[in-house]
């Protein structure tokens, strides 16, 4: 399984954009990368994910490296209701096991 | 729609006692994942359904913890003689299949033993 790195927290403006990195260096060649965020009280939800092609939708946007090392989630204009934690997983469709392996995430803060 | 349900929303048992935690998928949702949330930690995975047929309990810390499935709907986590150890968020989730969709949680019941 790929081990990834993330900031322990960050902080950011209402309305203003949103950059949370992830590294992922041990990635191998079929992982996608998932986002999931955590509510405070709330089960995690799933974001977006990627395999090698940026990716947008409606919450957010997921760059990815040309080496697939890191990837950053974008968040275009930061709300209060983002403040969560932001979770970055590989998930190998193709392996035996399905379930997600989460690490300690980031807590993300939005100052009003 | 609905999303998935996980009951009761709090649990308090005493240590030793038997508890029963119950999860109503998303309908149609052929794969159901337990995971178990320890406090300030992401989630980690205890075990995983398709249909009703229990095909990864790698997860489970021991032979006290008990999963079920049995028409392939409604899921069961039980444990057996709590420990305070066992004091933790259990989350559940669905997914139309196990490769590539993503997994719809519930809030998960908050397991208190004292």
């Known amino acids: 399984d790929a081990k990834t790195t993330q900031p322990n927290s960050m902080e950011s403006n209402e309305e203003e954009p949103v950059h949370l990195p992830c590294n992922h260096s041990t990635i191998s060649g079929t992982d996608y990368i998932h986002w999931y965020r955590q509510l405070p009280s709330q089960g995690p939800e799933y974001v977006i994910h990627?395999?090698?092609s940026n990716v947008n939708n409606r919450m957010a946007s997921l760059a990815i490296a040309e080496d697939r090392k890191s990837s950053t989630l974008i968040l275009h204009r930061a709300t209060l209701r983002d403040a969560a934690v932001y979770y970055c997983?590989?998930?190998?469709?193709?392996?035996?096991?399905?379930?997600?392996?989460f690490g300690k995430g980031t807590k993300l803060s939005v100052k009003p | 729609g609905a999303g998935v349900s996980q009951s009761p929303r709090y649990k308090v048992a005493k240590r030793g006692q038997d508890v029963a935690l119950r999860c109503d998928p998303i309908s149609g949702h052929v794969s159901l994942f337990w995971y178990q949330q320890a406090l300030g930690q992401g989630p980690e995975f205890l075990t995983y359904?398709?249909?009703?047929?229990?095909?990864?309990k790698s997860g489970l810390p021991s032979d006290r913890f008990f999963a079920e499935r049995p028409e392939g709907s409604v899921s069961t986590l039980k444990i057996q003689r709590t420990q305070q150890e066992d004091s933790a968020v259990y989350l559940c989730a669905s997914s139309l299949d196990r490769v590539g969709q993503p997994q719809h949680f519930g809030d998960g019941t908050r397991l208190s033993i004292l």
């Open positions: 359904f398709q249909n009703e047929a229990q095909l990864d």
């Open positions: 990627g395999l090698t």
């Open positions: 997983i590989p998930t190998n469709y193709g392996g035996s096991q399905g379930n997600l392996i």
